[in-house]
């Protein structure tokens, strides 16, 4: 049963000869067919309980796509795209760190970063990650999707982070 849950609950009380309508939702923890029952309690003097069945079938997704990736402090080239995995992000010398905020296609993928191959760290979708700490020069920020069925994709970005010019050191 917590594959399915009620997420618009029905009103309360209702009328004799009313209605109202409930919303139940389904995330499946497992895949093929799964079952459950909802009750509802009645102040129905012969239907002390409303019970109904619900099924729905699981699967898993397979869907390592990106639906949006940010970087604070510039904008990518070429603009984002899920099935683009390679860009670019000049940034200027007074940016020794920048972060990423990467939003996964599909509910399930987890999703990870790094920069310059060092240490991938989690992220949440739609959150922001810790600052990536930049070198002068290039610097490669990977971002690693990872589907529920272990399918991956990466997604690479080439920040460019400027030597110092003309007061930045001010």
Do not use: C, M, W
């Not at 970087?71 to 899920?82: E, M």
């Not at 010398?93 to 905020?101: I, R």
């Not at 992220?123 to 272990?150: E, M």
């Amino acid at each position: 049963a917590a594959d399915f849950s009620v997420t618009a609950p029905p009103a309360s009380p209702i009328a004799p000869g009313g209605s109202t309508t409930f919303q139940v939702s389904f995330d499946p923890v497992a895949t093929g067919v799964r079952n459950a029952t909802l009750s509802f309690v009645t102040d129905d003097a012969d239907e002390t309980l409303f019970d109904f069945a619900v099924q729905g079938t699981g699967f898993i997704s397979g869907n390592a796509d990106l639906q949006a990736l940010v970087f604070g402090g510039g904008t990518l080239s070429p603009v984002f795209d899920p099935a683009t995995v390679a860009y670019s992000l000049p940034l200027r010398y007074n940016f020794a760190s920048v972060t990423v905020t990467p939003t996964a296609a599909e509910s399930h993928a987890t999703i990870q970063v790094r920069v310059n191959g060092g240490s991938y760290q989690f992220v949440a979708s739609g959150g922001l990650s810790a600052p990536l700490t930049l070198n002068l020069g290039t610097n490669p920020v990977d971002i690693l999707v990872t589907a529920q069925d272990a399918t991956t994709k990466t997604y690479s970005v080439t920040v460019a982070r400027a030597p110092a010019g003309p007061g930045d050191l001010d």
